[in-house]
């Protein structure tokens, strides 16, 4: 018992603390520098599957769109004010051969009486007098709807305040009858501006990246000629004012570039290879080509529609019902071989300060 009492209680001295301390220190050092680039990789992972999600829904939209249409039409925005199309559908009376239809008042501004203009060409071109039967004898004029899709760059007053980035879509309505000896078929837009992409693409508080379009398969580039950024990119096309490669429909694409939102440089500088405007995106970035295959035209190229037409032209007190395909001074010739770009003549750079509109129907929405 003696022994009990008498012995001594040992502790930690202050310098063993201050060991153990510092031991514990570079430990959680070394544990937080390893985090880190964990945290780094877990986040960029992340990132990289919401805009893989993003541009592959985007990817989808656009193929699911098009890929059964019956007729595309494909422009930029600075291709539509003054588009001309020829076709046999505008005739007025018999003495003529052809028409020219017109869009826009040929100023070069494009504005929203444009597309109105480019809907009731594409009714005309494709539909006028399209009559069709319920009973195999008695014929009605047919009618139906079809769409303009717009892939917005770029905010335009004149326009609308659509977001950037946003798919919109127009609905127009027709009938096939002539209007009133114009030669032209009456359209009506029955929808407007309806956006087609999530919304929380744009406003979500997660929402890092702006999504840009351009007409075809791009590839991307640094830019080297702004001082002190090295981590600026530009579409290659955009940045030495490449012409566009003609539209058809065994290479329409779009490329669809997502890039990191910077209030700084998320928009056109005058930085291109001869001083052009070009637009900048932030890294991190990613492009994505979306190949939108034609399938019902490409299919149907050599095929005529099972729909007739109405051709009170050559003789109005017997007006005759034709089936398309007959060789009948041409009036009614079925032609979807090409998916249209502007003036079916390819004059435009890339600029991606335009937006890219759609034109498009369906054999299934006429009725």
């Given amino acids: 018992m003696k022994k009990i009492k008498n012995a001594a209680v040992k502790g930690f001295t202050l310098i063993e603390l201050i060991v153990v301390m510092a031991i514990f220190s570079v430990l959680l050092v070394a544990i937080m520098s390893f985090m880190n680039p964990v945290q780094n990789i877990m986040k960029n992972a992340a990132q990289s599957e919401r805009t893989y999600s993003m541009t592959n829904n985007i990817e989808d939209y656009l193929k699911n769109r098009l890929e059964y249409a019956e007729n595309v039409w494909v422009f930029t925005e600075d291709q539509i004010d003054g588009a001309t199309f020829t076709s046999v559908r505008g005739r007025k009376d018999p003495t003529e051969s052809a028409v020219t239809l017109k869009t826009g008042n040929g100023d070069g501004v494009f504005a929203t009486a444009d597309l109105d203009d480019l809907a009731q060409a594409f009714a005309t071109y494709y539909f006028k007098n399209d009559v069709t039967t319920d009973d195999g004898s008695t014929t009605r004029q047919v009618s139906g709807q ?111 570039v997502l890039g990191k939102k910077d209030s700084t440089y998320d928009f056109e500088l005058p930085v291109g290879d001869s001083g052009n405007n070009i637009r900048i995106f932030t890294n991190p970035v990613s492009i994505s080509i979306a190949n939108l295959p034609l399938m019902n035209i490409s299919y149907n190229r050599n095929k005529t529609p099972g729909r007739f037409y109405y051709d009170d032209l050559n003789d109005p007190a017997n007006p005759e019902i034709i089936k398309y395909g007959k060789d009948r001074d041409g009036v009614g010739r079925y032609n979807n071989t090409t998916a249209f770009y502007g003036n079916n003549v390819n004059t435009t750079e890339v600029n991606m300060a335009n937006d890219i509109y759609i034109v498009y129907s369906y054999a299934t929405d006429l009725k």
């Fill in 146 to 256: 079809f769409y303009i899709m717009r892939l917005v760059n770029g905010n335009k007053a004149n326009v609308d305040t659509a977001t950037i980035g946003q798919i919109t879509q127009d609905t127009y309505s027709f009938k096939s009858q002539d209007i009133n000896g114009s030669g032209l078929v009456k359209v009506s837009k029955s929808a407007s501006n309806v956006p087609q992409l999530n919304p929380s693409y744009f406003s979500a508080s997660d929402a890092a990246y702006n999504i840009h379009y351009a007409l075809g398969a791009h590839e991307l580039m640094n830019v080297t000629n702004i001082a002190g950024r090295d981590d600026l990119r530009c579409l290659k096309a955009d940045y030495y004012n490449t012409a566009i490669d003609p539209v058809t429909v065994n290479n329409l694409a779009v490329s669809i």
